[in-house]
């Protein structure tokens, strides 16, 4: 069974930093790419920050500079420091798993974890 278990959300005041989780498990974590997506109240889910195998990364322009991805595949874990948070960066977080291969096309999805940026 495929898990994906995010953790590390909480409620930060703007300019504060978090530091998310995601650890998997019921994978090969090293084969896959990983990412954060967030989703704000009445809005669609977007691409945070993205890492593949090969530790390639990528950021949504709003959040480069602040927002950093790094994985630990002898953790299977992907981690998010998020850095001078505000207000706008409340969401829920979730993280995802994808791996595509010639046997076909594997995704998976945590539960997500609150992010609230406030004062």
């Known amino acids: 069974q495929v898990q994906l278990v995010e953790s590390g959300g909480g409620l930060v005041q703007p300019g504060g930093s978090l530091r998310l989780s995601c650890a998997s498990s019921g994978i090969i974590f090293s084969a896959y790419a990983v990412g954060w997506f967030r989703q704000a109240p009445g809005k669609q889910r977007e691409l945070v920050a993205a890492?593949?195998?090969?530790?390639?990364?990528d950021y949504a322009d709003s959040v480069k500079g602040r927002f950093t991805i790094s994985r630990d595949n002898a953790k299977n874990t992907v981690y998010l420091q998020m850095n001078n948070l505000k207000p706008e960066d409340t969401a829920v977080y979730y993280c995802k798993a994808e791996l595509v291969d010639s046997t076909g096309e594997y995704v998976y999805w945590g539960q997500g974890t609150q992010v609230t940026v406030s004062s």
């Open positions: 890492i593949n195998h090969g530790y390639s990364t």
